[in-house]
């Protein structure tokens, strides 16, 4: 499936050393020495050539590239990979995926309870405007994401602040135990680095960061220019400057039958495709190098359909008065001292509750939603022949998924996802009809627009729904507007693509859910007129599945220490809930191929910040672009 959103999308893109960042040329030489056999596809090791410019072919651009950054942009893979060129991370991860790797951080480490992360910066580093990176940086970097009305949401559950040590030392106070955090500082948009400038709103100009190449031009959907950044900090392992390359550009083409055309064509050197039937015609192109993360070592991201479990729009939302004065919100009295009122703890909890309207596609209060009754999800699971969907829209490239993990994952174990049984599945939308005297079942799934292979999902998730008595309706729209959909909660179902990585703890955010009854001071959100046990989704649990069990699980896995049995007894269970509440209709795992044309070279070539140590790169459906050169 191609990337209807990623959900690396503006925070992630995984397990650190417990005593915190592996350094380069200590424990990860040994790790990474069976690279040298990777001189297989896209590394190189003869001397670079110099100049030239590198155009690549993505699936989509970022809304707005005044605001692109790590605190307030939203990224998908095609934005992490235009991030690469603007923007340096903390850290990076080891080419096996187990260790993190110093780039702008040199070091991280934990106090013994995983609760503050002490972060050592690297020195002489400056952005392309010649100010220095600093501590400074840092924190302000923290402070505008977590004032993001995106941004922030995702990492308030997370981070409880960034605070000062010395010019060039920073602590991450965190507000549960993490032990696996670092991992955070380099596979989550908020490891990414900008200068301060572009945080006011005001700001104009063009994002400034201290990557290896600054921007020329940028024609937002279209195309971005890069020029090289004549005093780019990193240099390669023989100590020559980078990057090798005179510039960048990354062509927006959503299509994906346009983008291999595009390639074989040479409009484009390189580009990054998710549709298995794609990748396999890549194969047989001539003249063009293919490498995907079929084998990686990072769980891949998951195909599915997101389904609104609740009904409602976005719950956390309302809670916070975001969608005031129609909904006013509990946190405005709270904030105050004052008691809620319980009509607005009630409006908070189902006041928003409607469906997508098919005949205008707004959020309808008016109308009554179907997702959120489990039986009708069960049927839908059960409705989608997942073994179809991967041969037809796939071409069988990957796998099947039944979870959140593949099963080579230590943190799997059969989760109990409903099998294929239409007869059943229509035995339970038949028994719903009933109970709610109602003729149809029916809801709207969002697509991206522009894109052929969309569509033709869309026409089997229709054909197979169908069958069992549920109709549906696509609501088709550029991607960014997709995204703001489910952000808001203004949605039924979605084609999705999301989790994965190298370490499951970056997914906490979307799991995550807070006790409504709970005052504020223990870490709910003080609704103390709700029922006893009521859980409310965190902002940025798209699906709005919230169930203690969940949370306890989740807990229990980022305290736990990394690789322990605990904590991967506590993933199974997240995983085998999932299969009980369905906030997901897993369909197969999410193949990241990249394609060069032959004059392409060390593209598969990634490294720490000495400029030695290989990192992973490709990660998923990010590349690094310092050490790539044309021949």
């Known amino acids: 499936m191609s990337s209807a959103f990623d959900r690396r999308s503006f925070l992630t893109h995984s397990a650190a050393t417990i005593g915190g960042v592996a350094m380069a040329g200590s424990i990860v030489d040994d790790l990474l020495a069976s690279s040298a056999s990777a001189a297989a596809i896209g590394v190189n090791s003869g001397k670079p050539k110099r100049g030239g410019t590198l155009t690549v072919g993505l699936l989509s651009d970022v809304p707005n590239y005044h605001i692109f950054n790590g605190s307030q942009g939203k990224l998908d893979a095609s934005g992490f990979c235009v991030a690469n060129a603007l923007y340096d991370p903390l850290f990076v991860m080891s080419a096996n995926g187990k260790v993190a790797l110093p780039f702008l951080a040199l070091s991280a480490t934990p106090n013994k309870t995983y609760t503050a992360w002490t972060i050592a910066l690297r020195q002489g580093v400056n952005f392309t405007n010649g100010d220095p990176f600093n501590a400074d940086i840092v924190v302000a970097n923290y402070t505008a994401a977590n004032a993001d ?298 697509i991206v627009a522009g894109s052929s292979s969309e569509t033709e999902r869309f026409s089997l998730f229709q054909q197979e729904f169908a069958k069992i008595g549920v109709s549906v309706t696509s609501r088709s729209s550029v991607q960014s507007t997709l995204i703001n959909n489910v952000i808001y909660g203004e949605y039924d179902c979605a084609t999705w693509n999301q989790f994965g990585g190298v370490d499951p703890s970056v997914n906490y955010v979307w799991f995550d859910s807070q006790s409504a009854t709970a005052g504020l001071a223990a870490g709910g959100l003080g609704m103390s007129g709700l029922p006893a046990g009521t859980q409310i989704a965190g902002a940025v649990n798209f699906a709005h599945q919230a169930d203690p069990v969940v949370e306890s699980a989740l807990l229990a896995a980022l305290a736990a220490k990394p690789g322990s049995a605990a904590q991967h007894t506590a993933w199974q269970t997240v995983n085998r809930r999932f299969s009980a509440l369905i906030p997901y209709l897993f369909l197969d795992t999410l193949v990241n191929a990249w394609a060069a044309r032959s004059n392409v070279q060390n593209w598969v070539s990634g490294t720490a910040g000495d400029g030695t140590t290989r990192c992973l790169s490709p990660d998923g459906g990010s590349a690094r672009w310092d050490q790539i050169w044309k021949s």
């Not at 596609?361 to 839908?380: E, H, S, Y």
Request: charged share 15%; net charge positive; aromatic share 10%.
């Open 149 to 446: 009305p995106t941004v922030g949401l995702a990492i308030k559950p997370i981070i409880a602040s960034v605070t000062k040590v010395d010019s060039y030392t920073v602590q991450y106070n965190m507000v549960i135990p993490f032990s696996a955090f670092p991992v955070s500082l380099a596979e989550q948009q908020i490891a990414y680095m900008a200068h301060p400038s572009s945080f006011v709103s005001t700001y104009t100009g063009n994002p400034v960061g201290t990557g290896p190449f600054k921007v020329k031009s940028w024609q937002v959907g279209v195309e971005s220019q890069f020029v090289k950044n004549a005093g780019y900090w990193k240099t390669d392992s023989h100590a020559r400057a980078l990057p090798y390359l005179s510039g960048v550009n990354f062509k927006t083409i959503p299509d994906d039958n346009a983008r291999n055309q595009a390639l074989q064509a040479g409009n484009v050197d390189m580009i990054l495709q998710q549709n298995g039937v794609q990748i396999a015609q890549l194969r047989k192109m001539k003249k063009v190098k293919l490498v995907t993360d079929i084998a990686a070592p990072r769980d891949p991201s998951l195909n599915c359909l997101i389904l609104n479990t609740t009904g409602t729009m976005n719950q956390y939302f309302a809670w916070a008065g975001e969608f005031a004065p129609s909904v006013p919100g509990t946190l405005p009295y709270l904030l105050k001292g004052q008691a809620p009122p319980l009509q607005v703890q009630e409006a908070d909890w189902v006041g928003t509750m409607g469906a997508v309207n098919p005949s205008n596609f707004q959020w309808d209060t008016t109308l009554k939603p179907v997702l959120n009754d489990v039986n009708i999800r069960r049927a839908l699971a059960m409705a989608i022949n997942r073994s179809t969907y991967f041969k037809v829209i796939d071409n069988n490239i990957g796998l099947l998924a039944d979870g959140i993990f593949r099963k080579s994952s230590p943190n799997y174990k059969n989760p109990g996802y409903p099998a294929y049984n239409p007869t059943k599945a229509k035995a339970l939308v038949d028994a719903y009809k009933t109970a709610n005297n109602v003729s149809t079942v029916s809801f709207v799934i969002d």
